[in-house]
């Protein structure tokens, strides 16, 4: 299974750009998906199959995948968008997540 | 609509076996494509991948904990079962379920249930 790389943490200023990668070998190769979890919540899924968003997640929240490396791009940030990220890939059906990126939002 | 809801003891000690207990409802895990997994987070921690059944009763189990790990279903209950054995305080978390649809993502999770492990 995949062994994903996150940055611990990322800062942005609200209406800011936030880039959170996730890296591993041949990432491009698979579907990555996307979640965001808040302070004593579930999970949430934000992005899936690389770059599609479910219904009920805004269109500020995209992502990309190719080569080693996945970015999750959240664009005009608000305040409600922190919390933490975890990417995750699948290799068949074995899954593996991300260590997971703190956003603050500052 | 979709939920899923884990169960089973919120205290085990060291060197048993927990069971949990997913049960589900708004979709049958016996329609193409629709799994369900288990997924756990110790306290302050990461996301961490536990196990996956699929509709034809495939298995996939993490590698650093398949000896460990044993999941099964019973699609007339709407159940997927999860056991750990030789618990040990660091196994002390969140355990969650969670569908993964034809979308290849976990699009609905369950509340999650603490366990703790301690003598």
Not at chain 1, 8 to 22: L, N
Not at chain 1, 23 to 31: C, N, P
Not at chain 2, 8 to 27: D, E, H, N, R
Not at chain 2, 48 to 73: G, H, Q
Request: aromatic share 10%; hydrophobic share 30%.
């Amino acid at each position: 299974s995949y062994e994903l790389t996150q940055p611990p943490s990322v800062s942005v200023y609200p209406g800011q750009t936030a880039s959170i990668s996730c890296s591993g070998d041949k990432l491009g190769d698979t579907y990555v998906c996307w979640y965001q979890q808040r302070p004593g919540q579930s999970p949430l899924l934000v992005i899936y199959q690389d770059d599609k968003r479910p219904s009920g997640i805004p269109e500020r929240f995209s992502g990309s995948n190719s080569g080693n490396t996945a970015t999750l791009t959240i664009s005009g940030t608000q305040p409600m968008d922190e919390a933490d990220y975890y990417c995750q890939a699948w290799d068949i059906k074995t899954g593996a997540f991300g260590g997971g990126t703190r956003l603050t939002v500052l | 609509q979709v939920t899923l809801r884990e169960s089973g003891p919120a205290l085990v000690k060291p060197t048993q076996t927990l069971t949990l207990t997913c049960t589900f409802s708004g979709f049958s895990l016996s329609t193409s494509g629709m799994c369900v997994g288990w997924v756990r987070q110790p306290p302050g921690k990461a996301l961490e991948w536990l196990a996956l059944i699929d509709w034809e009763d495939e298995k996939y189990y993490s590698s650093s904990l398949e000896t460990r790990l044993t999941i099964s279903k019973d699609t007339s209950k709407d159940q997927v079962v999860l056991t750990m054995t030789n618990m040990d305080p660091v196994d002390t978390g969140t355990y969650y379920c969670a569908r993964r649809s034809y979308i290849t993502a976990y699009d609905y999770w369950g509340q999650g249930t603490l366990v703790t492990v301690s003598s």
